[in-house]
């Protein structure tokens, strides 16, 4: 039985009530945006290949 690959959204720039961006919250030269640019470029071809759902 095949299922579709679902994953929960996930939206670095989404905006909200207050504050009105998830950005506001990180000083631009914070370490994590290095983090978040090396895990958006991440391949998860191989992950998805074994997922379930």
């Known amino acids: 039985m095949s299922r579709k690959v679902t994953w929960k959204i996930y939206d670095q720039g989404q ?3 207050l504050p ?4 506001d919250l990180v000083p631009q ?3 994590v945006r ?3 640019t090396i895990l958006d470029s991440v391949d998860l071809s191989s992950l998805e290949k074994t997922y379930r759902g």
């Open 20 to 23: 009105p961006s998830y950005d």
């Open 29 to 31: 030269n914070h370490p």
């Open 34 to 36: 290095i983090v978040n």
């Open 15 to 17: 905006l909200s009530l």
